[in-house]
């Protein structure tokens, strides 16, 4: 019997996830960083 | 004799300070009126005297005993009246008044409870569910619980909101006779009340 | 005492800044090893077949699932306790980890149901308490972001942990016996006498989703501390 | 006028008891429509799987469980937000009572308005599924020792997201997982009788649960309402 879907869609999805969740932690440190660089920059026309 | 006494006190909320180093002592038969514009945080200030909310620094003290976190000792003799006033719609003002005494104290008798809703105009109203009564009637019902509540420490925040003229009356009444017991007070109020503050507490933001 | 209770949000975040690269790339060369050794050196079940090679990733990331729930629940009891910030952050910043290997978990555990037992899913009691610990991930995440004031969140969600982590085991309890009454015989993972070098594949992957869990709670409490502390001094002058 | 009791957990107790109580019997509405949806979503089941008597007298302990707990988890999010929002939490909270007194009152007097009807109505429920005389009898008890538990997990759950944005399904997400147990033995006690075997254990197990619950969750809830009023 051929296991190789099985196995497959197992590495596969664990491997999207991880990479899924590492894309997501950049994107939201990048957001954190360019609201601190927006309120300086507010801050600065003040 | 009693004494509040508060040491540097700050607050933040949400990661905004809101003030810092409040500092502020008051003693029997005394009242001192917490004043600041909206949003200066009076309101949390009050709730970090009666120990609600925690601070991030400094201390409060009754009779000289921390009261930061609320002992019992302290609660007893706190009355504590905040913008909600704990009334509930379905309930009628007497008993809306009895429960919010025997919360705190014990239920006093049925004619002290009308007494003492005869004293704040409300004696007519007394079995109308809350519901049908006015803002000012439902801060009314407050009153009488200030005249019938045995605490020493009254913190009150804005009381004489949507009171008339005959009910602030009433509430300035009712504060001379807690001053004149001993009581102490510290009330956030934008108005002016009749005993004058023994100090005013200015908070800017 | 613990090391939290003194660090200030401001050098953990230097801290940290230095030590997730590290841990990144000790997940990376240790999953490397275990992927070879679980993928190329381990020899084929003699009962499985080749499907078993699910395991590799399976059972580590069960095991992940259940310890950074245990671990996010005492980083909540710390906050609670100590009302120290940065244990607060901790948890928050597990939380989302957590959840991911708990979904993988399930997940390759439905991969490897299928061709083993013959179905992508069945009423098991560590599959059920894993689907239950995938909500009550969620329900911290939720209850976290619900309020507005951050701190707030912290609080209530450390205390949700509490709870949960004492309801993990009555709910696998439950569910395990509630599985025996009904299915008389529960599917079970012996059978297998284990390979020397299936158990160390195994291993070997379980330190690189350990590592891999540091490294990212990590990374993700920075943000989370750049977030709440932005209107500080030193986050301005980063 | 009496002087100050301090530190009275039974005078708190009975205070929050009565007065939730009188609350709910001014306004039996609620009470009735919880009951209404219990008996409305048990009669959807017949329909919805066929109405084979054999089918029905082996769902039916689980089925009429189910929907027990769901009608018991209706009530929940009003049973600290009202106190919320008017104030009398914080009454409760600064009174020279135990906090644990309040919240245990109120848990009790919710339990007297959901569990006790639900517990009442479900023998009625179990005949429409043609559950017999023995099986019927432990389920009532079942839901007797089970819908506590229920308003106990639930109230800690309902404290925890007092002023959370959308607290509904907030509340759903994190009590029903906490409720599997509870349904577990509490269906499994019914099942257990009607399938010849002793419901006894299922029984001991709630009740022990349910002691353990009214010691702990009450001091849960405690924590969470002064977190929600800081």
């Known amino acids: ?46 | 004799m009693n004494a509040l006494e508060a040491r540097g006190l700050a607050c933040s909320r949400g990661g905004i300070p809101l003030f810092r180093d409040v500092s502020f002592a008051l003693t029997s038969g005394e009242w001192i009126a917490v004043r600041g514009q909206n949003g200066s945080g009076k309101t949390t200030l009050l709730r970090c005297a009666s120990g609600l909310t925690r601070f991030d620094a400094g201390e409060v003290l009754w009779n000289g005993q921390d009261a930061g976190t609320g002992p019992i000792a302290f609660r007893a003799q706190l009355l504590y009246a905040g913008h909600a006033a704990g009334i509930k719609d379905d309930l009628t003002a007497m008993e809306n008044l009895r429960d919010a005494l025997a919360l705190r104290a014990g239920a006093p008798t049925n004619e002290a409870l009308r007494g003492a809703l005869a004293q704040v105009g409300l004696d007519r109203h007394r079995h109308l569910p809350a519901r049908r009564l006015s803002a000012g009637q439902r801060r009314r019902i407050g009153l009488a619980r200030l005249a019938l509540d045995p605490a020493m420490l009254w913190v009150l925040d804005e009381p004489l909101t949507a009171l008339d003229d005959a009910g602030q009356t009433i509430f300035s009444d009712l504060l001379q006779r807690h001053l004149a017991r001993g009581g102490l007070a510290l009330v956030a109020t934008h108005h002016e009340v009749a005993p004058a503050p023994a100090r005013e507490l200015r908070l800017v933001p | 005492m613990n090391f939290f209770y003194f660090a200030s949000p401001s050098t953990f975040y230097r801290l940290a800044g230095i030590l997730a690269p590290w841990c990144f790339a000790v997940a990376a060369i240790l999953g490397a090893a275990g992927l070879y050794v679980g993928l190329v050196q381990a020899p084929t079940d003699a009962q499985q077949g080749e499907v078993y090679r699910v395991i590799f990733i399976h059972v580590p990331a069960a095991w992940m699932s259940m310890f950074l729930y245990f671990v996010m629940a005492c980083y909540g009891a710390m906050s609670l306790t100590f009302n120290t910030r940065l244990a607060a952050m901790m948890a928050r910043a597990l939380a989302p980890t957590g959840a991911m290997f708990t979904f993988v978990a399930l997940w390759t555990g439905a991969f490897w149901g299928r061709p083993t037992w013959g179905a992508y899913w069945v009423w098991d009691a560590r599959l059920t308490s894993e689907l239950v610990l995938l909500f009550l991930y969620f329900g911290f995440i939720a209850l976290g972001n619900a309020f507005e004031d951050p701190r707030r969140g912290d609080r209530a969600a450390a205390l949700l942990a509490l709870i949960g982590v004492v309801n993990l085991p009555i709910i696998y309890f439950s569910v395990l016996w509630w599985n025996t009454l009904h299915q008389g015989s529960s599917v079970s993972f012996k059978g297998t006498s284990m390979h020397v070098s299936m158990l160390t594949g195994m291993l070997l992957m379980a330190f690189a989703f350990w590592s891999y869990s540091i490294g990212t709670a990590l990374a993700r409490v920075r943000t989370i501390i750049l977030e709440r502390e932005r209107r500080t001094r030193w986050v301005r002058a980063l | 006028m009496s002087a100050v009791a301090a530190g009275s957990f039974s005078g708190a107790f009975r205070w929050a008891f009565a007065r939730d109580l009188r609350l709910s019997w001014r306004h039996p509405g609620e009470t009735m429509l919880m009951v209404a949806f219990f008996v409305l979503v048990a009669s959807l089941f017949p329909l919805g799987v066929g109405a084979e008597p054999q089918l029905l007298q082996r769902i039916g302990p689980g089925v009429i469980w189910v929907c027990a707990l769901l009608a018991a988890f209706l009530s929940l999010p009003a049973l600290f937000a009202g106190d919320y929002a008017d104030g009398t939490l914080e009454q409760m909270l600064l009174s020279p009572h135990p906090m644990s007194g309040w919240v245990s009152g109120k848990i009790a007097a919710h339990w007297m308005a959901s569990g006790i009807p639900l517990t009442l109505l479900s023998p009625f429920l179990a005949l429409q599924y043609g559950l017999d005389a023995g099986t019927l009898t432990i389920l009532a008890c079942a839901l007797a020792l089970g819908t506590p538990l229920l308003s106990l997990l639930g109230a800690a759950c309902a404290a925890l997201t007092l002023g959370a944005r959308g607290a509904g399904m907030l509340l759903a997400l994190l009590a029903l997982p906490l409720f599997v147990p509870v349904l577990i033995f509490g269906a499994g006690a019914a099942e257990a009788q009607s399938s010849g075997l002793s419901p006894s254990p299922h029984l001991s197990l709630l009740g022990a649960g349910l002691i353990v619950g009214a010691m702990a969750l009450p001091a849960a809830a405690c924590v969470a309402i002064r977190i929600a009023l800081d």
């Open chain 1, 1 to 46: 019997m051929n296991h190789d879907f099985y196995i497959w869609m197992s590495y596969g999805m664990t491997a999207l996830v991880i990479a899924a969740e590492i894309a997501w932690l950049r994107l939201h440190r990048a957001q954190a960083l360019r609201r601190i660089e927006e309120e300086r920059d507010l801050e600065a026309q003040d």
